[in-house]
């Protein structure tokens, strides 16, 4: 399924707000085509690494490269993110969602297509609607959708993009367990119909195994206990899914997500 290629490379990466220092000497190579899920303590970095990879954010020290290439300062169409809370217009209809999508893509200046143009993006869109199952559901509003329905319609308006790389941001944590079991299955079929390579951060453990093939732990490995600040989070698992089905290392992973971590005061853990 993977390239032996990295599409992206992070190269002894430090993060800085003000004397706050989130994320250091952070360094990985990710093969294309790889589901790189992402746990670790609240506060430790996960989603300031995805705005970096996303150029939201910019690193205080090393450098991010995509194809060998540095990451371009702006955030381009390659590279495609969805978050928890959905980011649609509640005054559009479905369609309407996602038509806005590509009018923008295409035409910026007016937001609007006619013609050809107009009826090939409403073909795309035929297209995205059946994919993620909301073709039936194509002229209601976000507020007569479910929160599955509504994640769906999200997700496809990051997908009509065909972005490369896909950032996720816990994109399920809000949904029931059933409804995320369903987008677990529209995730993985989605991925493997595309080709992309996804970036996922979870608080769940069993998401994240059962997503991944590539899991990715960011903790902090030094601590000042005078100044919490002092030191930031960086990769202290990284176990390669396909290769390591062994969940020998799930109870450490387990703790330090749940941010239960006990570190005696003074000591390093």
């Avoid at 250091?24 to 790189?36: A, K, Q, Y």
């Avoid at 002092?230 to 749940?258: F, H, M, R």
Wanted: aromatic share 6%; hydrophobic share 40%.
């Amino acid at each position: 399924m993977t390239s032996t290629e990295p599409i992206v490379s992070v190269r002894n990466v430090s993060k800085y707000y003000d004397d706050n220092c989130v994320l250091e000497r952070l360094s990985l190579d990710v093969e294309s085509g790889s589901i790189c899920t992402i746990v670790g303590a609240s506060g430790c970095g996960k989603s300031t690494f995805l705005r970096m990879l996303l150029s939201q954010e910019r690193p205080s020290r090393g450098s991010l490269l995509v194809d060998g290439k540095p990451i371009a300062a702006e955030p381009t169409p390659d590279r495609g993110i969805v978050f928890q809370r959905y980011s649609v217009f509640s005054h559009l209809t479905v369609e309407e969602n996602l038509l806005l999508v590509r009018e923008v893509e295409t035409a910026p200046m007016a937001a609007r297509l006619f013609g050809v143009a107009r009826r090939q993006a409403l073909e795309d869109i035929e297209e995205t609607l059946e994919k993620i199952g909301l073709t039936g559901a194509r002229k209601q509003f976000p507020s007569q959708l479910s929160g599955g329905m509504q994640q769906r319609l999200a997700i496809a308006q990051t997908l009509l993009k065909r972005p490369k790389i896909l950032l996720l941001d816990e994109p399920f944590g809000a949904l029931d367990p059933g409804i995320r079991s369903d987008m677990h299955e529209l995730l993985k079929g989605i991925w493997q119909e595309n080709l992309m390579t996804v970036f996922m951060v979870t608080h769940d453990i069993s998401e994240a195994f059962k997503l991944g093939t590539r899991l990715l732990v960011f903790d902090k490995r030094r601590y000042d206990p005078h100044d919490s600040s002092a030191y930031g989070a960086t990769v202290t698992y990284d176990l390669d899914l396909y290769k390591q089905q062994s969940t020998a290392n799930l109870p450490a992973i387990e703790s330090i997500v749940g941010g239960h971590r006990a570190v005696e005061k003074g000591k390093k853990p």
